[in-house]
């Protein structure tokens, strides 16, 4: 019997999946303030002990780890930011001492969309694109911040042009600072949690008026016994139970949500985009402007993208979180999302820009250089990394990072942990013994960091220029130029956990792991729409595969 009316019951259908995406979109975004919300609680007061020893933030590079640390914490380079601002104002620390921490501020802010790209960790394909795509605003933060400290060490650069500027710019204390993002989520996250922003911003300054202040959950508001959100019913209005326990709830609740609701992502926008759709899609969002000559200019329009709408959303973590998901589902590519994660850079620093503008009092002059910094930090490493196609390192050592993470999965976790967390506090421990002890590991540690990269560059353009002995890593021990044995332990130590463990079963042979890495990274690399040639490739790798067995 043929159905009444099939064309209204797609649409309905349609209508049904939209509104789902768009709830899961909207939960999304609760869940990763939750989460920033969770890192401040569990923070604490340990904020304010990174800046006790002013002594050491006169080392430029323990500056950067403690911006790191910083921002990790409170999951909010904007609210580091303000946090170095208040430290700069109070007097603490002149603002060249500031300006290496609003460089490692920049690294902190995208952990939020590396943790995100965990939650693709079940399909290798899908994690390796948004491993890639989450990565690449890491390597872009770091090598920047390499760079450019290097740069403002031996010059002065950001400090002098940004000190002139604010020196010759008429000050407006009108200007007020866009939050349209938060109009919509408010209503729900203010009824779940609420924070003191002016106890955390007293801790972090070692202000003495918030020294005694036990909780950093808001407390007494007018007119009622315990204030009207979820977890006051928690804090010392209700069951009065620490700050840290608290903060551990709220961080499992907003994983939780936040992998149910990216979950529930992918499923509604593979569900509502078919075949078609999804082809269109991808050629209008990964083919450059058919103008002859004009195409070059396609990272640029989405760079502005990225920019606008982190203007609009008022947080890159939330623009660049957003984007890790969509990378992974091949909606996007790498080649676009590093162009509007660069924009989404610039965005977040014209915010803080505004912010800065409109707080007024006696230190402006120091709020405004400190955003100036931060946004010519930015465009700076722009310039450098992305108009000469050949400097866009970010893309293919994030690529790479992508498919060491498809090859072994472990390598993620192992990666968010050292990257930032062990390597700043190991970088701040032995800052603690003083700067020639730092100096007398740091520089044989750098000196052979670069050259095993000009060893391996040579490896593969130049091999004919090296002695025999290195022209390949096999004359080093296994577990030196390898990852396998790492890998086998894990997955015994692990083996319940399907998503820690490697390619290294018994029955996986290495010819195979490679063969199906190395399709997967073709099928990425060939033109979105070709899917005959993907279907020809995905059979000579089967087929390679199963002679290999055979044999």
């Known amino acids: 019997m043929k159905k009444p009316y099939p064309g209204v019951v797609k649409v309905a259908l349609a209508v049904v999946k939209l509104t789902l ?15 920033s919300n969770s890192f401040r609680i569990l923070g604490g007061k340990n904020i304010g002990g990174l800046f006790q020893k002013s002594e050491l933030l006169q080392n430029p ?7 790191i640390l910083v921002t990790v914490l409170v999951q909010s380079s904007s609210t580091s930011t303000s946090i ?5 104002a109070a007097g603490a620390a002149p603002v060249s001492t500031a300006i290496p921490m609003v460089m490692g501020a920049n690294i902190g802010t995208s952990v939020t969309n590396t943790i995100v790209s965990f939650t693709q960790a079940a399909e290798r394909s899908e994690f390796r694109r948004a491993f890639a795509a989450a990565t690449v605003h890491d390597m872009f933060n770091w090598l920047t911040v390499i760079l450019m400290l290097i740069i403002e060490v031996i010059t002065g650069f950001l400090e002098t042009i940004t000190g002139e500027m604010v020196n010759s710019i008429g000050l407006d204390n009108d200007v007020s600072n866009p939050d349209f993002l938060k109009v919509l989520t408010n209503p729900f996250t203010k009824s779940i949690i609420q924070l003191n922003k002016k106890v955390l911003k007293g801790w972090a300054q070692n202000d003495p008026k918030y020294e005694n202040a036990t909780t950093i959950l808001k407390t007494g508001c007018k007119d009622v016994e315990i204030c009207p959100y979820l977890f ?18 709220l961080l499992i609740a907003s994983l939780c949500m936040l992998s149910g609701c990216l979950i529930g992502m992918v499923k509604c926008l593979n569900s509502l985009l078919g075949d078609d759709v999804r082809r269109f899609i991808q050629k209008v969002i990964n083919t450059d402007i058919p103008i002859k000559g004009l195409g ?11 920019a606008v709408i982190t203007v609009l959303v008022q947080s890159s973590s939330v623009f660049t979180s957003t984007l890790t998901p969509l990378a992974g589902a091949g909606l996007v590519s790498l080649e676009r999302v590093y162009p509007m994660t660069l924009g989404s850079n610039i965005g977040t620093t014209t915010t803080s820009l505004l912010a800065s503008m409109a707080a007024g009092g006696d230190h402006i002059s120091e709020a405004l250089q400190i955003a100036l ?9 722009i310039i450098i990394f992305y108009p000469v196609p050949f400097m866009r390192w970010p893309i293919p050592m994030s690529k790479k990072l992508g498919d060491i993470t498809a090859q072994y999965r472990w390598f993620s976790l192992f990666y968010l942990i050292f990257m930032f967390l062990l390597f700043p506090l190991f970088i701040f421990g032995i800052s603690l013994g003083g700067p020639i002890a730092m100096y007398i590991i740091l520089i044989p540690l750098s000196i052979l960091i670069i050259l095993i990269i000009i060893i391996n560059i040579f490896q593969k353009h130049r091999s004919s220029l090296l002695p025999e002995v ?11 130029r390898s990852l396998d044995p790492y890998d086998k332990l894990i997955s015994r130590a692990f083996g319940w956990c399907k998503c820690c463990r490697g390619d290294t079963d018994d029955e996986t042979s290495i010819e195979e792991k490679k063969g199906r890495i190395d399709m997967n990274v073709k099928m990425d690399n060939l033109d979105i729409h070709n899917k005959e040639e993907k279907d020809t490739i995905e059979k000579n790798v089967k087929m390679d595969n199963l002679g290999f067995q055979n044999d």
């Open 61 to 67: 590079i323990v500056g950067v780890m403690i911006g």
């Open 21 to 35: 995406l768009l709830t899961c979109l909207y939960f999304f975004i609760c869940s990763l303030s939750f989460l």
């Open 232 to 249: 006051a019913h928690l804090g010392p209005e209700g069951a009065d139970i620490d700050d840290v326990y608290t903060g551990i709830m």
């Open 84 to 88: 170095i601002v208040g430290l700069v």
């Open 470 to 480: 290195l022209k390949t890593w096999n004359f080093l021990p296994l577990f030196l």
């Open 296 to 306: 070059w200019l396609t990272g640029y329009l989405f760079m502005l993208l990225g």
């Open 373 to 381: 910094v931060h946004l010519f930090f930015n465009i700076c490493g």
